[in-house]
């Protein structure tokens, strides 16, 4: 009868097996590691020691989280990415409608035959205006020095005004004209057959047919003959930053003159909308092309409006 | 206190904590390192009026130890096929040995307990503290590891009484 075999161990005599188990403890070598040489000390950790791609790989829960977490980060990101990019940016904008506003009158006349911008005169030589460059324009002429600089720093050049009638040289002509010859043209002032100075057809002072200021051209508004032009390339305009976090909606009203080869020129805004969606619309509208509107089986300019709504879903 | 001095003072109870709860003294070096690092480079998270340095520094050895656990995906199956071999050997083998190897046996948390109460004398107050739980928590943990203990090496008394007398 052996009672005390399996009887358990009383507190004071587990205390001394347990007092048994010393442990000798590596005083200088711990202190050698931590106070000797700090700084490479701080460094050499496991932790810091194994390579990036081992906290991915290794299967220890922490790490496990990480990798988990850093994937689904990337996964986030990505979906982001991808629903909210382009395709999410058309949705976004609901929809920009072009209207051509035919009754729409701006401060340029009706029809072809008074637009743009002014003509010529000469000094009524009978040979028709010579070939050259057209000089340059000018709000206040500048008259160059008597005595002659055989090379001027800043050299003058020659520009024409309402009031400029009298032009020296004599390479200045219309580009327009067919003449090879030297002659100012049949006009009372400046080039070309107009009056009022200018070069060209018309009555005022700028280049081109037409009358006033500016150069002239052939611009039409839609109506009548004129056919208005089709849009067939679109680009859709961004939202600005600013006005996505305003959650900012409205349209923009563009001036738009669509010319003969389709492309939109002279954008301004006629109904402005701000917080950057102006400049966005016409960023959008520059790259847009358009068939051109139709004059009588013949490509014109045509000046239209176009109204580029931005709506936020 | 400066880290010099807490390092004379408790170094020796701070390795000897984690080699007693690991079993491995280059992990007890390299704990006992950066605890005292920890001290070295960020002195102001010590608040003498919430814990005495010494439980500090257990405080943050005993984080670490289970940080390196976790990451080093030591379980308990790797002690339960240790205890196997140890039975088997159980006779062949000193006390000082056998005891380490049954106190490597207990569950962590009971291990924890065990050795912050028996070899470091702490006061179940202040192992509540490092451990972070409640002191009946700690209580019923000591108990347990306690009793295992004795069941455990009741045998070996029976040797060693045969052997003395």
Same mark, same amino acid.
């Given at each position: 009868?052996?009672?005390?075999? #399996? ?12 007092? #048994? ?86 401060? *340029? ?138 959650k900012f909606s409205g349209s923009v009203l563009l001036s738009v003159v ?7 020129? %002279? ?39 176009? %109204? ?6 | ?27 007890? !070096? ?26 500090? *520094? ?20 790797? %002690? ?45 107050? !202040? ?39």
């Open positions: 009868m052996k009672p005390f075999e #399996t009887e358990e161990l009383t507190d004071q005599e587990l205390s001394q097996m347990l007092a #048994t188990w010393t442990v000798s403890v590596p005083t200088e070598e711990l202190r050698a590691r931590i106070f000797s040489d700090r700084t490479p000390t701080f460094l050499l950790t496991s932790e810091v020691e194994q390579p990036w791609y081992k906290a991915l790989l290794s299967t220890g829960r922490q790490n496990r989280s990480f990798g988990a977490a850093l994937a689904f980060q990337i996964c986030a990101l990505a979906f982001c990415f991808v629903l909210a990019g382009p395709p999410a940016m058309r949705r976004i904008i609901k929809d920009h409608e072009i209207i051509f506003l035919a009754p729409y009158r701006t401060k *340029l006349p009706m029809a072809a035959e008074k637009a743009g911008g002014g003509g010529g005169g000469g000094q009524h030589a009978l040979t028709p205006v010579s070939r050259g460059e057209a000089p340059k324009f000018a709000i206040k002429p500048f008259v160059p020095p008597a005595m002659a600089v055989a090379k001027p720093l800043l050299p003058i050049v020659p520009t024409i005004t309402a009031q400029a009638p009298q032009i020296e040289a004599t390479n200045y002509g219309d580009p327009s004209t067919t003449f090879p010859g030297v002659s100012p043209g049949q006009g009372a002032n400046g080039l070309g057959d107009g009056k009022n100075g200018g070069v060209g057809k018309g009555d005022g002072t700028g280049y081109g047919p037409g009358k006033d200021g500016g150069i002239g051209g052939e611009t039409y508004v839609i109506g009548g003959e004129v056919s208005a032009p089709v849009l067939i390339l679109k680009v859709e305009p961004e939202y600005s930053e600013e006005a996505r976090r305003a669509v010319d003969v080869n389709g492309i939109p020129r %002279d954008i301004r805004v006629v109904r402005t909308l701000g917080l950057g969606l102006d400049e966005k619309a016409i960023e959008a509208v520059q790259r847009w092309r358009f068939r051109p509107g139709m004059r009588r089986g013949k490509a014109v300019a045509v000046q239209a409006l176009v %109204d580029v709504s931005f709506r936020l879903l | 206190m400066t880290a010099e001095q807490a390092f004379d003072d408790h170094h020796k109870a701070v390795y000897r904590f984690v080699y007693r709860l690991t079993g491995r003294p280059e992990l007890a !070096e390299d704990i006992t390192q950066d605890c005292f690092v920890a001290i070295l480079r960020e002195p102001q998270r010590w608040n003498g009026a919430r814990a005495d340095m010494k439980t500090y *520094l257990f405080a943050i050895a005993r984080n670490l130890t289970f940080k390196r656990y976790r990451d080093e995906h030591i379980n308990q199956q790797v %002690d339960q096929e240790q205890a196997l071999t140890v039975r088997d050997r159980r006779m062949d083998q000193e006390l000082p040995v056998l005891v380490a190897q049954m106190v490597s046996q207990l569950p962590d948390l009971q291990r924890e307990a065990l050795i912050l109460f028996e070899y470091e004398g702490f006061q179940l107050s !202040e192992i509540a503290q490092i451990v972070k739980a409640d002191i009946g928590v700690v209580k019923s943990r000591l108990h347990r590891a306690r009793e295992g203990l004795k069941r455990a090496l009741a045998p070996q008394r029976k040797v060693e009484t045969h052997e003395t007398v």
